[in-house]
T-cell receptor
Framework: AQSVTQLGSHVSVSEGALVLLRCNYS??????LFWYVQYPNQGLQLLLK??????LVKGINGFEAEFKKSETSFHLTKPSAHMSDAAEYFC???????????FGTGTRLTVIP | DAGVTQSPTHLIKTRGQQVTLRCSPK?????VSWYQQALGQGPQFIFQ???????QRGNFPDRFSGHQFPNYSSELNVNALLLGDSALYLC?????????????FGSGTQLSVL
């Protein structure tokens, strides 16, 4: 079975501070991992994805994530938060051969001016 | 180039009624997936359509059904609505040959069941 756990339903950071959103996955086979962002009243937009190539994945808007198999983690980071980063962030997993994504429960990021 | 479009954007129904939600995939995409996002939760996979057939289904009852048309657009039907069906319903499209690439999501239909 596959699943993702996002630690922290709410995260607040000051503008300019490091953003760290945590995601741990459970999968019996090597997974594909994704981070999506959802702004209010909008659908989900892909930030980045891991598909078994480089373990450090760079995405849009300055975000990156590192796949750590030993820790079964895929945490999302950004060196310096911007006000426009305030949104809901979802980690998701898809296993080889499956056609669907399993999403975590999300982390709401608040950026304090 | 239009992305994934969903209609309507909002819908209010009462318990026991039936509802149909519509989705037009991004140009060039041939696969449509539907997800249910309850308040405060992540999206949950309902089913996926490819070549006008349901290819995979999540853990949803038979009250949830769908259809894909020859032009790749899709409908989600929910019968005998329950209060718990209130949620944001998201449609996502992709290109079969690019299965490892990203899904494109629509903005969703917000369904409220009273």
């Amino acid at each position: 079975a596959q699943s993702v756990t996002q630690l922290g339903s709410h995260v607040s950071v000051s503008e300019g501070a490091l953003v760290l959103l945590r995601c741990n996955y459970s999968s019996s086979v090597p997974p594909y991992l994704f981070w999506y962002v959802q702004y209010p009243n909008q659908g989900l937009q892909l930030l980045l994805k891991y598909t078994s190539a480089a373990t450090l994945v760079k995405g849009i808007n300055g975000f990156e994530a590192e796949f750590k198999k030993s820790e079964t983690s895929f945490h999302l980071t950004k060196p310096s938060a911007h006000m426009s980063d305030a949104a809901e962030y979802f980690c998701a997993v898809r296993v080889t051969g499956a056609n669907n994504l399993f999403f975590g429960t999300g982390t709401r990021l608040t950026v304090i001016p | 180039d239009a992305g994934v479009t969903q209609s309507p954007t909002h819908l209010i129904k009462t318990r026991g009624q039936q509802v149909t939600l519509r989705c037009s995939p991004k140009s060039g995409h041939d696969t449509v997936s539907w997800y249910q996002q309850a308040l405060g939760q992540g999206p949950q996979f309902i089913f996926q359509y490819y070549e006008e057939e349901e290819r995979q289904r999540g853990n949803f009852p038979d009250r949830f059904s769908g259809h894909q048309f020859p032009n790749y657009s899709s409908e989600l039907n929910v019968n005998a609505l329950l209060l718990g069906d209130s949620a944001l319903y998201l449609c996502a499209s992709s290109y079969e040959k690019g299965i490892h690439e990203k899904l494109f999501f629509g903005s969703g239909t917000q369904l409220s069941v009273l």
